[in-house]
């Protein structure tokens, strides 16, 4: 693989520094100058209306208590459908009659739809200060140490709104579990188990390429089954579901810096499952789903809940014993509509259509002499093409990955990582 999974020392002041320098433009932070009195502060947000169809659009108002000119104002919004932050500088602008910065929210056609939820603001003065407000109305960043101006910031909710439009969602199952920053996009990553039971998390560039590797997990040695599941509670954040030899299912709620939070039962009695994979929103509920397949054959759906929790289970299928690799790609075919994958005894790699509301479309073969691979799984976007993509492990370790062609089929293929026999679990 060329890197090993080693443990990445993070603190705060390197996140801080990393913010500074992605402020383009700024380079160093000029002195105070005498026309900043303080901070600026925001003193009251909205945005109206609060729900946006397809092709609408609505406003935003920031009221600022400032002592001079603003420049610029940056709000961060997050889908919380698919985690993605959206950074732009707001088209928009400020009034010093009233302090107001006023700007327009937009989406192009084909946008993901969902709830947009404000995460920070960020305020530029012309003067070449920069000051940030988390969603909490808490003060973030303030590098020229302006002294306060006695107000209080207010929260950043009010700005929230939903987004709707006729376009189905894929939500990516397998879409990242670390970013940089908080505001960075998520891409792609893989987990895995080495012999010793700890967990080593291997992020990507989104372009095809591998990040540093480190270790994000202990004493994983219990399970026999792990999933990458998607954020399975609707916080924003991807997590993991683990089953232990006792059959007991555990929600490990992940982190934007590829941590957890305290794990969390979710399930008795799943040892009757000769396998368990993450299905992406299999029914088209908004929410992620596990199915899961009992040893005669029966394929069964588990829709979450949207709270680390399950729905009613339903059987979507029989004559499933006769797989011996099944698992989602999310959507492979390009209908935005997870699917699913498998592989028979005779190698053949089998492609199923999900109709976005837990069920089928067709079934056909799109492959031959898969035996070869010893794991198989689905990987999301590997090389940043906006198709999902599928990895294996051949027989001598390599990582082979095949990229999807956004139809049911694929583009090519290409060795990308050695050495990857050696880890018991890949997910």
Known sequence: ???????????????????????????????????DAFAPVPVAVSTTPTSIGAGGHAQSRITLKASAPIADVYVAFRNTATG?????????SYNPTDSTYTFEVFFAPGAAPGSYRAQYVEIQTEAGHVIVYWRDG???????????????????????????STVSLDRPHTSGFYRDNYWDAYTM???????WGRLGLFPTGGNGTWKQA????????????MIAAGDFNNDGENDVIARDAAGSLFLYPGTWYGGW???????????????IFAAGDFNGDGNNDLLARKTNGELILYPGNGHGGFLSASTVGWGWSGMTAIFSPGDFDGDRKPDVLARNTAGNLVFYGGNGSGGWTTSRVIGQGWNAITKLGGVGDFDG??????WGI???????????NNAGGWKGSGVVGWGWGEFTAVF
């Not at 990553?189 to 012999?195: E, F, N």
Request: proline letters at 6%.
């Open 189 to 195: 990553s893989l987990l895995i188990r080495d012999p």
């Open 138 to 164: 808490s003060l973030n960043y303030n590098p020229d140490n302006l002294p306060s101006s006695g107000t209080a910031a207010v929260p950043l909710d009010t700005l929230d709104f939903n987004y709707s």
């Open 394 to 404: 051949d027989t001598a370790g390599q990582m082979r990955m095949y990229y999807g």
């Open 261 to 275: 939070n305290p794990r969390q039962q979710i399930g008795w009695g799943w040892g009757i499952f000769s396998s």
């Open 214 to 225: 480190y270790e994000v997990g202990s004493g994983w040695n219990i399970f026999n089954t």
């Open 1 to 35: 693989m060329g890197i090993t999974p080693a443990r990445r020392a993070r603190t705060w002041l390197a996140v801080y520094v990393t913010f500074f320098l992605l402020i383009s433009g700024l380079g160093s932070a000029p002195a105070a100058l005498a026309d």
């Open 84 to 92: 993605t932050v959206h950074r732009e500088v707001t088209q928009g």
């Open 385 to 390: 093409d906006g198709t999902n993509d599928v």
